[in-house]
């Protein structure tokens, strides 16, 4: 399976990583992406099975990102791991198609809860 991490700061993607496989998802691909923009181009060459997205970013912010996804039909399996989780923002997310916003700090219980599910296979 491939997981996707999308996030402006190269230590916050390698801290996502890290969570990730302390909490028991280490048999998977890691790609990662600075930013929406950049994203956008993996998800069309790699296929990942679930987009990890933060939500401020520079060029294509992260709800943009996801708008744009499922605008070209995408239903790729996305969540959100930022450090801003209002009311708001939470609601807009799942509008938006999203499955999950985690607030940033995080553990790995956080990560194996909000995955609950959603990594099958």
């Not at 993996?42 to 987009?51: E, I």
């Not at 039909?73 to 209002?86: A, H, L």
């Not at 939470?90 to 916003?101: T, V």
């Amino acid at each position: 399976m491939k997981i996707l991490i999308v996030d402006d700061s190269k230590a916050m993607r390698m801290i996502v990583t890290r969570t990730l496989r302390q909490a028991g998802f280490d048999n998977h691909e890691y790609l990662e992406a600075c930013d929406g923009a950049e994203g956008l181009g993996l998800v069309a060459s790699d296929k990942p099975d679930l987009v990890l997205s933060d939500w401020n970013m520079p060029e294509v912010n992260g709800i943009e990102f996801l708008q744009r996804l499922r605008a070209e039909g995408n239903d790729v399996r996305f969540g959100f791991v930022t450090s801003e989780s209002t009311d708001a923002m939470r609601a807009l997310a799942a509008e938006s198609g999203a499955l999950f916003l985690i607030a940033k700090p995080f553990t790995a219980d956080t990560f194996s809860e909000a995955l609950a599910g959603v990594l099958v296979g």
